[in-house]
């Protein structure tokens, strides 16, 4: 009968994870004792026993109603003689127009009324507009509830966005960051109440009112539960409730635990905070009122039935409550001290592991970091499995046991199985280095100045010894022999894709294979991605994790067992993506995992969510579980990203969602970075039914599927495939239909009104217009060049002779003398245009080479006639040549990595203006040529023609077991050569062992072994377009060495990697090369640096 019983069946958990299962470590879980009386205080002279403070900031459209909904419930129950109850609630304007629609902010003294749906406690006072992030607002409201209803007991309650350790409160009257420059107020984009200030605020209240402490505060707000708030609130109160997760729009059950209060007003703050625990969600009085429940459903589910059980089985699925006390923090808060002095002592990648799989939250930092948000419990469970040490152990089970003390009560959904009550801050190394962690220790300042927590986290980050960081020590005179602190051990690498076929049909799915190594794998997600045939822009259709074989379980919490030896992955990719419906309409959308869950998986979809009302918009993230939305919550960040506080929003019939799509706009240069293209895609209308998954064709076109393999510090490798998918189920893409020749190795999409034809005999195949006014031929040659670039030049050089030799053409022009660079599809490609008339009819047109492979140079023709070529260029050719791909595997763009580490101490550096330095500094040619310091400041090799390898290094130096090793170089002449980097040059009579990273003039690049003075291939010559090929540019070569394991970098990027035990604590130098007979050249050297690599 109704559309929430079928939610409710589909969202039934399967228990247990696959595969094999371990034992949680044996520490003492979170007991949640009875709660107990507070320490005897003096008696205050007052009327009442209780005074509730409600500060809520509803100034908001995504929760004003929420937040109103809250206060008529707190209405419900009223206050009484003994428990006194007040709010301050400040409200949005253009939003919810219900309950008198004003727009200021108001101060009431709650009575009892019984209807949900309109306010009638007694106005005290309007204060206009305030600014309810600014402290001083929340002062004067303490003080003036204090002072006019005194009580034995306070209880504050805050109800807006909560962010976590950052705080929340965000008011966007009087709008701008705010006075504090801290780095949460520039990435959130808004002002805020931060932590520091929350905690300055208290101490003025009390102050200025004498109270001792609250007997409780209390955080209706989402991510609050963390050691971070806890510690800054622990001065200021007894007893503190507040969510580790995200709250539901619902909120706290106000109705539920002040009838609980009002019938027993001799409560003590810990009674209170435990049945606020208690009572949340279940005894909601829009769960358990009849009227307000079917008033919520036929707001978000279009009037579906359900019972106050299955409406709180569907509410309850991923919340989190905890109720603390206050007194028990400073314990667990040197027991973490003394958890922290133990894992630094420890292998770090235990620790980092731990990390990575523990029971996380929601992030307000963004999506392309892992969230620094863990359960501090389920950590040290992980820790103690993964490291295996007495210590540690000790250490987490005092930890254990002062969580059990602090801890009074504790409630999670099933979906949060991990979650024990307190999260703790452990952030990436990455998210660790933006603005000094997004200015942790200045705003949560009393933690950061009680615990050693945040210096564990820079001593484990920086790989160095456990204390507040130290100034940086001079610059040594010599290469040091010993080796850097590390937090790490090698990198990922993944292997070159192979896949079972180059084109994939709904009957013929393609299996992708790799393999990964490293021992510092923790998750692999799948990637499907899509050219879009009108831009250069891939667009990413589908990622999801690859599930292991072998998943283990800890705490409720599921993780990859992933073999330390490597592993080989398998991926069938039958040709499907998913969209969103909302019953009537559907749309694609990228469905990005959330959790590691075999079972039940979770998935979010990025969008813009407009309020239907006021059509204002936020960024919102939609969450979905076994196939059905499962809630949408927005942020108060700007309209691209997941920063700042989160909240749910309750839909509304006419509300809209419009899909982010995201991708790589390959316009951009390489340094733009992964998911550069961010663009609004189609939009769904809430119409009363729950949004659900759906399963939909893949569009025929030029794809490219992949694996992203993320390390236990978020950080991410990546190979990829190009594929072609021809899928007749699906409609043509903007008109387009899918074109594959196996006999020419290409496919690609081409109009599907136009007619094709295939000529072997030249070996082209020809499309055209049904006017034939409009041309493009597709053909493939073999030249002998020695590179894809002269390979492509011969090509466009036939292309003219030809052109010129035809008779029929008149006025032939080209218009440039050197060809512009190009992308075919994924391969580089040379381009030029050209003006002819045929006929009397003036044509331009466009002449496109590219080389992937030796055995084939692809030439592509586009014609049109001269006063339509630009819009054929945007509406023909373009997607066509975007949609290009060769079936053959293995031939695409270079795979081009992240870049190197910063340097975090120098060794060595040469500028050359020492000609002692230790290098020749020669006064005369000999046979080869001469080396020497020029006054220039640089290191110059003068080469005679074809000279043979030459290489120089400095005598006395030894690299470290890690270290980065730099220098830029370049030459001038003929671009026949090679010049770069040797590196672990070994001492003996003939210093011929050592490995070198060249890179040649015209734009390759090699990696070798010399043993005895021969060479062994450890990359062979691979094309790279960031090298600068012009004479006398800059181009900066580094290696960084890591152990057995070698990265190679061209001016800031990583080209190769390999990994050799044989040679080590070796010297280094350069090496050169003239392979021109003819012509002498010169290469320089400038800025040698060697050092060690931040970790």
């Given at each position: 009968?109704?559309?929430?019983?079928?939610?409710?069946?589909?969202?039934?958990?399967?228990?247990?994870?696959?595969?094999?299962?371990?034992?949680?470590?044996?520490?003492?879980?979170?007991?949640?004792?009875?709660?107990?009386?507070?320490?005897?205080?003096?008696?205050?002279?007052?009327?009442?026993?209780?005074?509730?403070?409600?500060?809520?900031?509803?100034?908001?459209?995504?929760?004003?109603?929420?937040?109103?909904?809250?206060?008529?419930?707190?209405?419900?129950?009223?206050?009484?003689?003994?428990?006194?109850?007040?709010?301050?609630?400040?409200?949005?304007?253009?939003?919810?127009?219900?309950?008198?629609?004003?727009?200021?902010?108001?101060?009431?003294?709650?009575?009892?009324?019984?209807?949900?749906e309109e306010i009638g406690s007694e106005e005290l006072d309007d204060l206009g507009e305030t600014n309810m992030a600014d402290?001083?607002?929340?002062?004067?409201?303490?003080?003036?509830?204090?002072?006019?209803?005194?009580?034995?007991?306070?209880?504050?309650?805050?109800?807006?966005?909560?962010?976590?350790?950052?705080g929340g409160w965000n008011d966007p009257d009087p709008g701008g960051l705010g006075p504090d420059a801290v780095a949460v107020a520039e990435l959130f984009g808004v002002d805020g109440m931060w932590l520091m200030e929350l905690d300055q605020a208290l101490g003025e209240a009390r102050d200025q009112t004498g109270l001792d402490k609250f007997d409780l505060i209390g955080f209706d707000a989402c991510l609050m539960s963390q050691l971070e708030v806890f510690s800054a609130v622990a001065p200021h109160g007894r007893y503190s409730v507040a969510s580790q997760e995200l709250e539901p729009g619902v909120g706290w059950a106000y109705a539920g635990f002040l009838q609980q209060l009002t019938d027993n007003p001799a409560m003590s703050g810990a009674d209170l905070a435990a049945a606020i625990v208690s009572t949340y969600i279940d005894g909601d009085a829009r769960v358990v009122d009849d009227n307000a429940r079917r008033a919520m459903l036929e707001s978000s589910f279009g009037g579906s039935e359900a019972s106050a059980e299955e409406l709180a089985s569907f509410l309850g699925q991923d919340v989190t409550l905890t109720a603390v006390d206050l007194a028990e923090i400073p314990t667990v808060n040197a027991a973490v001290d003394n958890l922290a002095a133990a894992l630094i002592a420890i292998d770090p990648n235990a620790v980092a592991e731990a990390r990575a799989y523990a029971q996380s939250f929601e992030s307000v930092f963004g999506e392309e970091m892992p969230s620094p948000y863990i359960d501090l419990f389920n950590f040290i469970q992980l820790v103690v499995q993964f490291s295996g040490d007495a210590d540690v152990t000790a250490a987490a089970e005092e930890v254990a046991a002062a969580l059990n003390q602090a801890i009074i009560a504790e409630k999670h959904g099933p979906e949060r199985p991990g979650a024990t009550g307190i999260t703790i801050h452990f952030p990436t190394s990455e998210l660790h280095s933006i603005a000094d962690d997004v200015g942790y220790t200045t705003v949560a300042a009393r933690f950061a100045d009680e615990s050693q927590w945040d210096e564990f986290l820079a001593a484990f980050h920086s790989g160095a010894t456990f204390s507040r960081p130290q100034a940086e020590p001079d610059q040594p005179a010599a290469v040091s022999d010993a080796p850097a602190a590390s937090h790490t051990s090698g990198r990922l690498e993944i292997t070159p894709l192979t896949l079972s076929a180059e084109v994939a049909t709904p009957d013929a799915p393609v299996t992708i294979s790799a393999d990964i190594s490293g021992d510092r794998l923790a998750y692999i997600y799948t990637f499907i991605g899509r050219f879009l045939p009108h831009q250069d822009v891939l667009l990413i259709e589908d990622m999801d994790y690859l599930i292991a074989d072998d998943t283990q379980e800890i705490g409720g919490i599921a993780y990859p067992d992933w073999s330390k030896e490597g592993v080989s992955v398998e991926y069938e990719w039958q040709p499907t993506i998913y969209a969103i419906s909302n019953g009537t309409d559907s749309t694609k959308a990228l469905f990005q995992p959330q959790a590691y869950d075999p079972e039940s998986p979770t998935f979010a979809v990025e969008g813009i969510y407009t309020f239907g009302q006021s059509e204002q918009q936020r960024y919102a993230k939609m969450f979905f579980r076994d196939g059905v939305m499962s809630g949408i919550y927005s942020f108060g960040g700007n309209l691209t990203g997941a920063v700042g506080a989160p909240r749910e929003i309750t839909p509304q019939i006419g509300d809209t969602f419009t899909v982010l799509e995201r991708g790589d706009d390959l316009s951009l240069d390489e340094e733009a970075g992964r998911e550069s293209y961010v663009a609004p895609?189609?939009?769904?209308?809430?119409?009363?039914?729950?949004?659900?998954?759906?399963?939909?064709?893949?569009?025929?076109?030029?794809?490219?599927?992949?694996?992203?393999?993320?390390?236990?510090?978020?950080?991410t490798y990546e190979q990829y495939e190009g594929l072609f998918v021809v899928n007749e189920e699906t409609e043509p893409v903007d008109g387009f239909v899918s074109y594959v020749d196996d006999d020419f190795g290409f496919a690609t999409l081409y109009p599907g009104d136009w007619t094709v034809e295939a000529d072997p005999a030249q070996a082209s195949v020809n499309f055209s217009s049904q006017d034939g006014s409009h041309f493009v031929s597709i053909s493939a040659a073999a030249y002998d060049a020695a590179n894809a670039d002269e390979a492509n030049t011969a090509a466009l050089q036939a292309t003219a002779e030809a052109l010129q030799q035809n008779g029929d053409l008149e006025n032939l022009v080209f218009l440039s003398e050197e060809p512009d660079t190009f992308v075919l599809g994924a391969f580089d490609a040379q381009l030029v245009d050209f003006d002819f008339e045929l006929d009397g009819v003036a044509y331009s047109a466009s002449a496109i080479a590219s080389t992937p492979t030796p055995e084939a140079t692809y030439l592509?023709?586009?014609?049109?006639?001269?006063?339509?070529?630009?819009?054929?260029?945007?509406?023909?050719?373009?997607?066509?040549?975007?949609?290009?791909?060769?079936?053959?595997?293995?031939?695409?763009?270079?795979?081009?990595?992240?870049?190197?580490?910063?340097?975090?101490?120098?060794?060595?550096?040469?500028?050359?203006?020492?000609t002692a330095s230790g290098l020749y500094h020669l006064d005369e040619e000999e046979a080869w040529g001469i080396s020497y310091y020029t006054t220039d400041d640089q290191y110059l090799f003068g080469l005679n023609p074809y000279t043979g390898p030459i290489y120089d290094y400095y005598f006395d130096a030894a690299l470290p077991d890690e270290f980065l090793?730099?220098?830029?170089?370049?030459?001038?002449?003929?671009?026949?050569?090679?010049?770069?980097?040797?590196?672990?040059?070994?001492?003996?009579?003939?210093?011929?062992?050592?490995?070198?990273?060249?890179?040649?003039?015209d734009g390759y690049f090699i990696a070798e072994k010399s043993?005895?003075?021969?060479?062994?291939?450890?990359?062979?010559?691979?094309?790279?377009?960031?090298?600068?090929?012009t004479e006398n540019a800059a181009n900066v070569l580094t290696v960084e060495g890591r152990g057995d394991s070698?990265?190679?970098?061209?001016?800031?990027?990583?080209?190769?990697?390999?990994?050799?035990?044989?040679?080590?604590?070796?010297?280094?130098?350069?090496?050169?090369?003239?392979?021109?007979?003819?012509?002498?050249?010169?290469?320089?050297?400038?800025?040698?640096?060697?050092?060690?690599?931040?970790?």
């Open positions: 009968s109704a559309t929430l019983l079928v939610i409710m069946t589909i969202i039934v958990l399967i228990a247990g994870p696959t595969g094999a299962v371990k034992a949680a470590p044996d520490l003492p879980h979170p007991a949640h004792p009875q709660p107990l009386q507070p320490a005897a205080r003096p008696a205050a002279q007052a009327e009442a026993e209780w005074t509730i403070l409600l500060y809520q900031d509803a100034d908001d459209e995504m929760l004003e109603q929420d937040i109103l909904i809250d206060f008529n419930e707190a209405e419900v129950i009223g206050s009484s003689d003994e428990v006194n109850i007040v709010a301050q609630v400040d409200r949005f304007d253009g939003g919810y127009d219900g309950m008198g629609d004003w727009t200021s902010t108001k101060r009431f003294y709650v009575t009892q009324d019984s209807d949900l402290s001083q607002t929340l002062v004067d409201f303490i003080v003036w509830a204090v002072d006019n209803f005194p009580a034995q007991k306070y209880a504050l309650i805050m109800s807006d966005h909560g962010a976590g350790w950052p895609g189609q939009t769904l209308t809430f119409e009363g039914e729950p949004f659900v998954i759906e399963t939909t064709p893949a569009p025929s076109g030029n794809y490219v599927v992949g694996f992203i393999a993320e390390d236990l510090d978020g950080q592509v023709l586009n014609v049109a006639p001269a006063d339509d070529f630009e819009q054929a260029v945007t509406d023909v050719f373009n997607p066509m040549l975007y949609s290009f791909d060769l079936l053959i595997s293995g031939l695409v763009k270079e795979n081009i990595g992240p870049p190197p580490p910063d340097f975090d101490e120098i060794l060595f550096s040469d500028d050359f203006s020492d090793l730099q220098a830029t170089a370049g030459y001038e002449g003929a671009a026949n050569n090679d010049y770069g980097l040797i590196f672990q040059l070994q001492p003996g009579e003939a210093f011929d062992d050592f490995y070198l990273f060249r890179i040649s003039g043993v005895g003075g021969e060479l062994t291939t450890l990359i062979d010559w691979t094309a790279s377009s960031l090298i600068d090929q070698y990265y190679l970098y061209i001016n800031g990027l990583e080209v190769g990697a390999f990994s050799d035990a044989d040679l080590s604590g070796g010297s280094f130098g350069f090496v050169v090369d003239n392979y021109d007979e003819e012509s002498p050249i010169t290469l320089i050297f400038d800025d040698l640096v060697v050092g060690t690599p931040v970790e």
